[in-house]
């Protein structure tokens, strides 16, 4: 028999679990491992190169898949701003009686970045739509659980088609 670890060929082998892969060895490789606790059903020998080999498979797989895990968006819940945020913020402001410009003075922003985000044209940052909410006490952040349907990328987005935009202008 070969000795899976050092490739000697000795008269029989010990079944040895070495990094959690069970190898057929010499007794002198014997020492690295554990003893190898078969599974009552004795199937041993014949199967061991291949079952040792899917072992090791098993682990990278496993780790890899641990490694993947970057993929936060899979089930992850996330705080997005409103879909029709511009039209929100711009009732609420009207409501208030604030014209653009008075508003953006109020929060002390730039009338033309106001302008476009009340346009859906850009969305606010975090610190942004906090001073808006704040200002004009209306909510603008949901929590999606992002899945299929919020990709971003894809499709535009939501209800707003691009026919929206032409008949706008
Ligand atoms: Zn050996």
Do not use: H, W
Not at 1 to 14: A, D, H, I, N, Y
Not at 32 to 55: C, L
């Amino acid at each position: 028999m070969l000795c899976e670890m050092c490739g000697k060929s000795v008269p029989f082998t010990k079944s040895v679990m070495i990094d959690g892969a069970k190898l057929e060895v010499c007794p002198e490789c014997a020492r690295f491992g554990d003893d190898y606790k078969a599974s009552s059903s004795s199937q041993s020998s014949g199967q061991s190169t291949g079952g040792s080999r899917t072992v090791i498979e098993q682990r990278l797989e496993r780790r890899e898949k641990r490694m993947g895990t970057k993929d936060v968006y899979a089930q992850a819940k996330t705080v997005e701003v409103v879909e029709n945020y511009g039209r929100t913020i711009r009732e609420a402001r009207e409501a208030k009686g604030m014209d653009l410009d008075a508003f953006s003075k109020f929060i002390s922003e730039k009338k033309g970045t106001m302008a476009k985000i009340e346009a859906n044209r850009l969305v606010p940052d975090d610190k942004l739509v906090k001073k808006i909410e704040k200002a004009l006490d209306i909510k603008l952040l949901e929590t999606v659980s992002s899945g299929a349907g919020q990709s971003t990328g894809g499709g535009s987005s939501g209800r707003m088609t691009l026919g929206d935009f032409i008949k706008k202008k």
